[in-house]
């Protein structure tokens, strides 16, 4: 299973766009790259999933190299309730595999 | 509310004791999921069913860990004569199955402290 790298932390003001890097060296072709936010004391939620180029959904973008060794999630204007735990995840498997994630805290 | 539901929310119990969780998956999802989780850490894999077969259990799936999904349906997890090691989160998920790459949905975990 491909091992992933985040940053441990990263610091936002409300308003912002924040983008998170995840580097995943070894990314097998048939592996996907999915990213759960977690707040305290909750299960982790689903944020989007991809396998290349960009990915947009409701809450988020997904944007991945061709060469996919990384990706990049992108938050648009975060507020104090993004303040949570990002993981990203790289498997194609049922067995996810999660890192420690970056914990993102927004300021007022 | 019709996501992963599980019960109880929290559990203290006293090194030895048995302790039993469950999980009620989204209806209609065949996978169901258990992970654990310890403070400042992800969550960690510990065993998955496909309908009422166990597919797969992590090697941190010790012999006094135990799971079932006799239906089909809801799951439990039980820890036999509990070690304080064995404070965490437990964490179910559920997904419809059928591909490696189906979103899983979690719960909202039962936290468990061993005293």
């Known amino acids: 299973l491909a091992k992933t790298t985040q940053p441990i932390s990263m610091d936002s003001y409300e308003g912002q766009e924040v983008n998170i890097t995840c580097s995943h060296n070894?990314?097998?072709?048939?592996?996907?790259i999915t990213w759960y936010q977690q707040f305290p004391s909750q299960g982790p939620r689903f944020i989007i999933q991809?396998?290349?180029t960009k990915v947009t959904n409701e809450v988020a973008s997904l944007f991945i190299p061709a060469d996919r060794k990384s990706s990049t999630l992108s938050l648009p204007r975060v507020s104090l309730s993004d303040t949570a735990v990002y993981y990203c995840?790289?498997?194609?498997?049922?067995?996810?595999?999660f890192g420690t994630g970056t914990r993102l805290q927004v300021f007022p | 509310d019709t996501g992963v539901s599980q019960n109880p929310r929290h559990k203290i119990t006293k090194r030895g004791q048995n302790v039993t969780f469950r999980c009620d998956p989204i209806?209609?999802?065949?996978?169901l999921y258990w992970y654990r989780q310890t403070l400042g850490q992800g969550p960690e894999f510990l065993t998955y069913?496909?309908?009422?077969?166990?597919?797969?259990k992590s090697r941190l799936l010790s012999d006094r860990f135990s799971a079932e999904r006799p239906k089909g349906s809801f799951s439990t997890l039980e820890i036999q004569r509990t070690e304080q090691g064995d404070s965490a989160m437990y964490l179910c998920?559920?997904?419809?199955?059928?591909?490696?790459?189906?979103?899983?949905?979690f719960g909202p975990g039962t936290r468990l402290t061993v005293l």
């Open positions: 995840l790289v498997h194609n498997t049922d067995k996810l595999i």
């Open positions: 998920a559920s997904s419809l199955g059928g591909s490696g790459t189906d979103t899983q949905y």
């Open positions: 991809g396998y290349k």
């Open positions: 069913f496909q309908n009422e077969a166990q597919l797969e």
């Open positions: 070894n990314i097998a072709t048939n592996d996907y």
């Open positions: 209806s209609e999802h065949n996978r």
